[in-house]
């Protein structure tokens, strides 16, 4: 199953990936983690892409559809769940073009749905784990056990640069103008079903899981 995850910034898409791939073996084609990967290891796309992200803004669509095509590339068959691309109508016009390319088929696209207030609350108290990247939130859902990480078992968390208040409404803009206009691309296409990301963690995970079981369209 290839899946693909849309929705503001703070909507449950990373967390919601990390469930999907514990639980069903996919693999989380994240975009954000890619990029903050490149800026870790100090790469010049890494300190090419560092002020745009640290704005808020979304990086050009030539590198990022240059980013994510090797990693379609290298699926050989494994399910995918897509978090942060595309982000633009462009990027959803090229994924469709690489994933012809690679034989691979997009089976549901689902829009996470959140209010705005919300929004910001959750990502002024995410925190994430710095080994396996899993998202946390200081009220909503902290590790079971406190200070380890549920996933990989590490005791080191980051919060990011980019979970300013200033820079989420940046952020959320770039959803509005830049993003929001591909719900209507996969609509006309039959894959785009909507859940309500407001609910809990687990049942935003129930609504999904529905969703993958139910049949496509
Ligand atoms: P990216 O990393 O993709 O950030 P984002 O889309 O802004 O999304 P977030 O990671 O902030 O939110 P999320 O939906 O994953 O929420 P999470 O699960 O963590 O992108 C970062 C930057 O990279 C962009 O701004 C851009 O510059 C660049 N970029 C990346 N891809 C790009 C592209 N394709 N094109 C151009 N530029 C690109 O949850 C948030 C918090 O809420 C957590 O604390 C979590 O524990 C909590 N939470 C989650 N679900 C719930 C719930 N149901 N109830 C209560 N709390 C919850």
């Known amino acids: 199953m ?16 990390k469930r999907l791939e514990e639980r069903y073996g996919m693999i989380q084609l994240s975009t954000g983690d890619m990029l903050r990967a490149e800026r870790a290891s100090g790469s010049a796309l890494g300190r090419q892409v560092q002020a745009i992200m640290d704005a808020g803004k979304l990086v050009s ?3 990022m559809i240059a980013l994510i095509a090797s990693r379609i590339a290298g699926l050989k068959g494994k399910g ?25 088929a997009l089976d549901r696209v689902i829009e996470l749905t959140v209010d ?7 990502i002024s108290g995410r925190f ?22 549920d996933i990989c078992g590490s005791t080191d968390f980051v919060r990011r640069p980019d979970d300013t208040a200033e820079t ?13 206009p591909i719900l209507p691309y996969y609509r006309a296409k039959g894959l785009l079903r909507s859940i309500d990301g407001m609910a809990e963690i687990d049942a935003v995970a129930q609504q999904i ?3 993958l079981k139910s049949p496509r369209g």
């Open 80 to 104: 995918f769940i897509l978090d942060g691309f595309p982000r633009t109508v462009p990027q959803a016009q090229a994924l469709d073009d690489m994933l012809e390319k690679n034989g691979i």
């Open 209 to 211: 899981e529905t969703i």
């Open 128 to 149: 994430s784990c710095k080994s396996c990247g899993a998202s946390y939130h200081d009220r909503y859902h902290q590790p079971k056990q406190p200070g380890r990480c």
């Open 61 to 63: 669509d030539d590198i």
């Open 116 to 122: 705005e207030d919300a929004l910001i609350d959750r």
């Open 2 to 17: 290839n899946i693909l995850l849309l929705g503001p910034p703070g909507a449950g898409k990373g967390t919601q990936a």
């Open 168 to 180: 989420v409404k940046a952020r959320l803009e770039a959803y509005r103008d830049q993003t929001a």
